[in-house]
Structure formats: structure tokens, C-alpha cells
């Protein structure tokens, strides 16, 4: 049995309540301070000074509190108009700075998405998925430069959850007259998910099976793990079916599908219920890993300077105690500092859910590095042989082995400062992975959707900081429900802008969203110390697909196979009026 249709993934835009702006100013050193609403100002001193033909070191970069940025702050670091007011101020001799409208944000901060994928499935009749193929068509907009990444990610988790024996995933950037796209949060995750979700439920209504049923049949089982895939990507590790049952269970899948038969036996709701359900992986972090430094004042407080950029993530909050575990220390004594590439020249930003397993794990290690600093320091002090010394960590003391009473504590040490880098083995990514359960209201007389109930399981390894986790998952799950059912950047046939603000570009507020239940299941990662994967894109990409599939469950009993996203009510209504 094989299936095969398209799947349009719209153009979306980021639209953080704050808009970017930024300022530069020229010192009498002839150093330039260019103030940047990035997610990645080590990035914004590179581009700045390659691009004006600058010394390196010649820019210091500072991101402030930047607000929102989604990924669309990210990429490389900075946008044009940073290095025009960089150059601008040098010319005049003066301070300049900028700030973006509303409607200049809407047209010229990077997109998302925009991409067309033909979508194959094949598989045997008692449920087992045997191929997969997708052949993708990615929008990159008019400058091409992250959009020509986001298909990569085809590769890293196109064939999601699943044990599948052969696949093939093929991607084509084009240049169009558009904003270019950038890393909008999923950078392709959830095109994939949305892909091969999607195919999943096609093919299990191919072949008159649920499709809950179909995937616990076709998951990649956890002994399996690590699990290279058809097409060459390697999950580190993960139990699919713990999560995806735990789903069901939890948002009582079967009860929902016994409601769904009795209405549509009686006919008499006035709405269509609809479950959809969903379970993806998507690759998080790697690369070249981050770096942080670690300085101990002489009052024995210790500062941690990591490469990553939060703009509301609260880095402070999940990296002090990671350091303060190791010293012995106080969280209070634990000062984070990030922002500024004069004391972090090299870092690659908070982008692609990448923080905690890399920036935590450096200041993880930078924490070690500094008590085996602080182990040479205190021998000397103490005359004994390092080996001798030890670090009491409910006491945050040293001292010689077997005699605990003489003892130093951090601020007898005097100064110290280390660096430390964090590089993942061959440059690899931790793999997150959850399931979710969606439950829609659809009416049928003017095609609204009312997202009735909505609960995900996240599993991203060892959670550091719980709430924050938590945080990340309802932001996710909110973004989900605006690129399901009502986001979407429109331009005519003449390549002319169509959504220039919020009076045109639907986004859901409060009145649209339901209350999330978020849970958790933890498989730790081999990966990094800490045993963390990302959080910060799961919920766009596992419940995106729920959603889509929810309406479409609904809307079976009339014939309707397929909806391109969003579902608005006119797309919807159309689709019942034809069939």
C-alpha cells in the first residue's frame, strides 16, 4: 500500500512583541560599540567586522534584554541595518541608532517555513511502514543564507519516530522576491514532523487501522538506541513508546474516540470532534559545542561567563546551580554573565535549543576546571601534594584528606580564572522526542476550530529547572495552535506583501488557546554531563502535527483527505461546501 500527496508548509512570521532596533557608537580608541537586539552578539562582532572590513576585535557587541526572538534574532548575528548604522556612525562621527515599526518588523524580519514537500509512503497491510520519501521545496527568499539550511533537517529527523527500512529525503532551495527565511523555531523540525505525521495518518487510513495503533506498531524501540537512521542521522537515545502511551493514557485517548463514535452515530452535535495524535524526534544542539569562562573574586564569589545569549530563557537561573552544585557553594555567590563579545568573543548564541545541553554543560565544566584550579591553589597553601587535597561540597572547603580541620574555603584562595570548552563527540546532536494528544471542536456551519484539549509529554533528558522547562513547552504549544490553525505571510502572484502587521497576520491570543497540560518523561542523553537535550522548539513540532491531524480527523466522515495549514474557517467551510 503506498500513499502520496503534497503538503504546503505556509510562510510564517516571527513577530516578537519587540521589534528590532539597535545603536553604535566609536570610541576615541577607535573601537565601535554596537548595541544589537540579537540572540547572538559574539555573531554580530564577526559579521559587523567582516563586512566592514574592521580588525577583529575592533567591535564590541552587546544584546541586551533583546524580548522575543524565536530564531529570527539568530542566524548570523545581526541584520543590515546593524552594520549601515555601524558604518553610518563611523562616517558622521556621531552616535546613531534604529528601531524597526511594526509593519517594517512584519516585512523585513526574517520568516519561517515556506516550503512545499511531496510526501511518499509505503507500507504492508498489517501496519508495518516498509518506505519513506519526501522531496522538499524550500522558499529561501531573496538573499539565500539560513534557508538553505532548513532542509538539512529533513535528514536529522525526517523519518521521525519510526523504524523505517528505506527512505529517501531530498531538498531544493530557490531564490524568490521574499524576505528571506531564516531559523524560526524548529529550523525545519517541524516541516519534517508535519510530513511524516501526516503520512503516518494517511497511511493508516489507507489501510482501515487507527493511527495511535500504527505508530506504537512502527516506533523505534529503546533497545534499539543509539539508532542510526535510513538516511544516516544517529539518535542518541529515547523510549517512544513510554511517551506515546503516556500521552494516550493521560488525555484518555480511547474515551475520546468512544465520544467521536457515539456523536457521529447520533448526529445530533451541533460540532465535529476530531483527536489527533502525534510522536517526533528533532535533533538539538551540536556543532562546536560552547565555552565559558569561570573567575573566582577574591571575596570568594565566583562569575561564569558563557557564549550563549538568553533573552528570556533564564540561563541565570539554570546555570548558577550547575556551578554552585560543583564549588560547594551558595547559589547567591554564583554571578552568570553573557551578552557582551568582549568578554565572550566566541559563542554561538541561544538558537536551536542548544543552552542548556551546551552552555550548561560548559559552565559545567568550567566549574571542575576551576576546582581542580582551586585544588593546585589550596596545596600550595596548605603544603600537600594536590592528589592530597579534596573539596568538601557541603562545606565548600578544602582540605587535606583525613584531617577536615584545618581547612581553606574559596575566598582564602585568592583570584583565579579558567576556560572551558565543551565539545559534543564528533559535533553530534541530542535528540528530543515527545508525543501529543489533540482534541478539536470543528464547526461545520462557518468552519471554526476550537482546540478543545491539547497535552504533550516533552522528554529532553535530565530537566534542570522544571518551571523554566515548563515555560519553554507552553510557549511551543501556543506557537503550534497560530501555525495550525490562523499564521500564515501572504504574497500575491506579483511576489507584493499581503500581511504587513497584526491587522492582517492572524495570531491566536489567550480567547484561542486552551490550557495546556504538559508532562514529561526523562531518557538522558550520553551526550553531555548533565544527560540534557533541548526544550525550546518541542512543543512547536510535536503539536503542530496533533492539531492538523485533529481537524482532518473531524472533517473524515465528508470526504475531506487533506488540508493544506493554516485551517482557517474558510478553508475549512470550503472544503464541506465541495464535498
Known amino acids: 500500500m503506498t500513499v502520496e500527496f503534497d503538503l504546503t508548509h505556509p510562510r510564517l512570521g516571527p513577530h516578537p512583541i519587540e521589534p528590532l532596533a539597535g545603536a553604535s557608537s566609536w570610541g576615541a580608541d577607535g573601537r565601535c560599540t554596537a548595541w544589537v537586539c540579537s540572540q547572538r552578539p559574539a555573531g554580530a562582532k564577526h559579521v559587523i567586522e567582516t563586512l566592514l572590513g574592521l580588525e577583529p576585535g575592533t567591535v564590541r557587541a552587546i544584546s541586551p534584554d533583546v524580548g522575543g526572538g524565536f530564531g529570527a534574532k539568530g542566524g548570523w548575528g545581526c541584520y543590515p541595518e546593524d552594520v549601515a548604522v555601524a558604518w553610518a556612525a563611523r562616517e558622521i562621527g556621531r552616535p546613531i541608532r534604529w528601531a524597526q515599526t511594526r509593519s517594517e518588523a512584519s516585512l523585513a524580519m526574517g520568516h519561517g517555513r515556506a516550503s512545499r514537500h511531496r510526501v511518499r509512503i509505503g507500507g504492508n497491510r498489517d501496519g508495518t511502514i516498509v518506505a519513506y520519501a519526501v522531496d522538499a521545496l524550500q522558499d529561501s527568499g531573496a538573499y539565500p543564507a539560513m534557508g538553505t539550511n532548513v532542509t538539512n533537517n529533513l535528514r536529522n529527523s525526517g523519518t521521525g519516530v519510526y523504524d523505517i527500512a528505506h527512505a529517501t529525503l531530498r531538498g531544493t532551495s530557490v531564490v524568490t522576491n521574499t524576505t528571506p527565511t531564516v531559523a524560526f523555531r524548529g529550523a525545519g523540525r517541524p516541516e519534517a514532523a508535519c510530513s511524516i505525521e501526516r503520512a503516518v495518518d494517511r497511511f493508516a487510513q489507507a489501510i482501515g487501522r487507527d493511527p495511535l495503533e500504527v505508530r506504537l506498531a512502527n516506533l523505534v524501540p529503546p533497545e534499539r538506541f543509539p539508532y542510526r537512521t535510513a538516511v544516516g542521522a544517529t539518535y542518541d537515545s529515547g523510549d517512544y513508546p513510554k511517551a506515546l502511551r503516556l500521552a494516550a493514557e493521560l488525555a484518555d485517548y480511547a474515551g475520546l474516540r468512544a465520544e467521536q463514535a457515539d456523536r457521529r452515530a447520533d448526529g445530533g452535535s451541533e460540532t465535529l470532534l476530531g483527536i489527533g495524535v502525534s510522536c517526533t524526534t528533532e535533533v538539538t544542539g551540536g556543532g562546536e559545542g560552547e565555552r565559558a569562562t569561570a573567575q573566582l573574586a577574591a571575596d570568594g564569589?565566583?562569575?561564569?561567563?558563557?557564549?550563549?545569549?538568553?533573552?528570556?530563557?533564564?540561563?541565570?537561573?539554570?546555570?548558577?546551580?550547575?556551578?554552585?552544585?560543583?564549588?560547594?557553594?551558595?547559589?547567591?555567590?554564583?554571578?552568570?554573565?553573557?551578552?557582551?563579545?568582549?568578554?565572550?568573543?566566541?559563542?554561538?548564541?541561544?538558537?536551536?535549543?542548544?543552552?542548556?545541553?551546551?552552555g550548561g554543560a560548559a559552565a559545567h565544566g568550567a566549574a571542575l576546571d576551576l576546582v581542580a584550579a582551586a585544588r593546585e591553589r589550596a596545596a600550595e597553601l596548605l603544603e600537600a601534594d594536590p592528589d592530597d587535597v579534596t573539596l568538601d561540597t557541603d562545606r565548600g572547603l578544602f582540605h587535606v584528606v583525613g584531617t577536615p580541620a584545618r581547612s581553606l574555603g574559596w575566598a582564602d584562595l585568592g583570584e583565579l580564572s579558567v576556560h572551558h570548552h565543551f565539545r559534543p563527540e564528533g559535533g553530534a546532536g541530542s535528540f528530543s522526542f515527545g508525543a501529543c494528544v489533540a482534541a478539536v471542536e470543528v464547526d461545520p456551519s462557518t468552519g471554526a476550530v476550537q482546540v478543545r484539549r491539547l497535552l504533550s509529554v516533552d522528554d529532553a533528558g535530565v530537566i534542570l529547572q522544571p518551571v523554566l522547562?515548563?515555560?519553554?513547552?507552553?510557549?511551543?504549544?501556543?506557537?503550534?495552535?497560530?501555525?495550525?490553525?490562523?499564521?500564515?505571510?501572504?504574497?500575491?502572484?506579483?511576489?507584493?506583501?499581503?500581511?504587513?502587521?497584526?491587522?492582517?497576520?492572524?495570531?491566536?491570543?489567550?480567547?484561542?488557546?486552551?490550557?495546556?497540560?504538559?508532562?514529561?518523561?526523562?531518557?538522558?542523553?550520553?551526550?553531555?554531563?548533565?544527560?540534557?537535550?533541548?526544550?525550546?522548539?518541542?512543543?512547536?513540532?510535536?503539536?503542530?502535527?496533533?492539531?492538523?491531524?485533529?481537524?482532518?480527523?473531524?472533517?473524515?466522515?465528508?470526504?475531506?483527505?487533506?488540508?493544506?495549514?493554516?485551517?482557517?474557517?474558510?478553508?475549512?467551510?470550503?472544503?464541506l461546501q465541495e464535498s
Do not use: C
Not at 316 to 333: I, K, M, N
Not at 335 to 340: P, Q, Y
Open 469 to 575: 522547562a515548563h515555560g519553554q513547552v507552553h510557549g511551543g504549544l501556543a506557537l503550534a495552535v497560530g501555525a495550525a490553525l490562523y499564521e500564515e505571510m501572504f504574497y500575491d502572484d506579483d511576489g507584493i506583501p499581503m500581511t504587513v502587521g497584526l491587522a492582517d497576520y492572524a495570531m491566536p491570543s489567550a480567547a484561542e488557546l486552551p490550557f495546556f497540560e504538559s508532562h514529561e518523561t526523562v531518557t538522558p542523553s550520553p551526550l553531555n554531563p548533565l544527560g540534557a537535550k533541548g526544550i525550546g522548539e518541542s512543543g512547536t513540532v510535536v503539536a503542530t502535527p496533533a492539531i492538523h491531524s485533529a481537524v482532518l480527523d473531524a472533517l473524515a466522515p465528508f470526504g475531506v483527505e487533506h488540508l493544506d495549514l493554516p485551517l482557517t474557517p474558510e478553508r475549512i467551510w470550503r472544503a
Open 301 to 358: 564569589s565566583v562569575d561564569v561567563v558563557v557564549g550563549t545569549s538568553p533573552h528570556g530563557q533564564g540561563h541565570e537561573t539554570t546555570f548558577a546551580p550547575v556551578v554552585a552544585e560543583q564549588l560547594g557553594l551558595d547559589v547567591d555567590l554564583i554571578t552568570i554573565s553573557h551578552d557582551d563579545s568582549d568578554r565572550s568573543p566566541v559563542g554561538g548564541g541561544t538558537i536551536g535549543s542548544r543552552s542548556a545541553q551546551l
